[in-house]
């Protein structure tokens, strides 16, 4: 399992941004993926998930109605669009199988003014 994540950044309070996870290494479109992200000095936690088939998603109650997970499994990628960003959205970004135990790098978002 390899994963990338890329697309985060340093964006002022309610900017946007679009976060990507390229996948390798295992059945992409028959695999449902999750969003995590790791705040400063907190645990990593659930973000948003989506099926294989992108049929349905799930999004934590803090970003219900600002974030989008969607994929597209012709290129092996899931994404994450990020509107109204707000400071507290500040956090290291990770993609993931459910189950998953290797993780990638993650991608950094920054909300500050």
């Known amino acids: 399992v390899q994963l990338v994540e890329s697309g985060g950044g340093l964006v002022q309070p309610g900017g946007s941004l679009r976060l990507s996870c390229a996948a390798s290494g295992f059945a992409f479109s028959t695999t449902d993926m999750i969003w995590y992200r790791r705040a400063p000095g907190k645990e990593r936690d659930l973000v948003a998930t989506i099926t294989f088939t992108g049929s349905r998603t799930g999004y934590v109650d803090s970003v219900k109605g600002r974030f989008t997970i969607s994929r597209d499994n012709a290129k092996n990628t899931v994404y994450l669009q990020m509107n109204s960003l707000k400071p507290e959205d500040t956090a290291v970004y990770y993609c993931?199988?459910?189950?998953?135990?290797?993780w990638g790098q993650g991608t950094q978002v920054t909300v500050s003014s």
């Open positions: 993931n199988i459910p189950g998953g135990i290797y």
